[in-house]
């Protein structure tokens, strides 16, 4: 799969809504439980609930992995491809390191996991990112301005020539980074000014914008800030509000309502 390719025909198809998955084992519906695949289970149900309505899925690693649940992960990346092919899965890992390590690392992004695209961090620079663009047609989608408040104490730093830090990630993304037209960049959705400084200075990058939902983000004003010229260009998540829309035996069912809510309002915004 070409996640670039893939992306641009989901936001057509599906509009920009990206279902976020971090299942938290305390948060998980009783009957589940006891299961053993419990945190498969309930990622698989939320994605079958809303695939139709889903540009992208986005595993957060950290939940499975603190669970030792990397299997789970692994099956469940395995059935959004066979269950709902050309939905791209975005590994939200935010590795950032150099030389063998990173080798290793896009290895297990693409290889173990067989995730379309995985999330960076470039403040090690280019060697850091390099090793996942040797991997045709996946995606890399680095940290550039994040949803969270600490996120001005370096990404909001003057360079000294009136560019700002995560200026400056935007500008290398869109262009001498971007060897393989992969690229895309986290901004978050809490902060609209900056987004429409991003996407000013990569018009052509696609922008993954966490924030809205449980961490507060605008829609409104996220999506007119962070469309492109065709009215898509980015991967609009929400989590915790389709996750956890009910704790009982119809949370997927629930998921689905949130879903498809947060996907027209996402979409209400997207001309005009």
């Not at 060697?127 to 663009?133: F, T």
Request: proline share 6%; charged share 20%.
């Amino acid at each position: 799969m070409d996640f670039a390719l893939s992306l641009k025909r989901r936001w057509s198809s599906a509009g920009l809504l990206c279902v976020g998955l971090d299942p938290d084992p305390a948060r998980l519906p009783a009957h589940l439980e006891q299961r053993p695949d419990a945190i498969f289970e309930f990622c698989r149900a939320i994605v079958d609930a809303t695939a139709d309505v889903a540009c992208a899925f986005k595993p957060q690693i950290a939940y499975f992995a603190a669970a030792r649940a990397e299997e789970q992960l692994e099956a469940l990346v395995s059935h959004i491809h066979a269950a709902h092919p050309g939905v791209p899965v975005i590994l939200d890992a935010k590795r950032g390191d150099i030389g063998p390590t990173a080798i290793q690392y896009a290895r297990e992004a693409f290889e173990r996991y067989d995730a379309d695209a995985v999330t960076l961090s470039p403040y090690m620079g280019f060697d850091s990112v390099a090793p996942y663009l040797e991997w045709e047609g996946r995606g890399a989608i680095l940290l550039c301005r994040t949803s969270n408040p600490g996120g001005a104490d370096l990404q909001g730093l003057d360079l000294g020539d009136g560019e700002r830090l995560f200026e400056r990630v935007a500008r290398l993304a869109s262009g001498p980074w971007n060897r393989n037209g992969q690229l895309g960049l986290v901004v978050g959705a809490t902060y609209p000014q900056e987004l429409a400084r991003v996407r000013a200075i990569a018009p052509g990058l696609p922008l993954l914008v966490p924030g809205i939902g449980a961490q507060g983000g605008d829609i409104e004003a996220s999506v007119r800030a962070g469309r492109d010229t065709d009215g898509a260009g980015m991967i609009v998540n929400s989590s915790r509000a389709i996750l956890y829309a009910s704790g009982g035996e119809d949370f997927a069912q629930a998921a689905r309502a949130v879903a498809i809510a947060t996907r027209d309002a996402i979409d209400a915004h997207r001309r005009g």
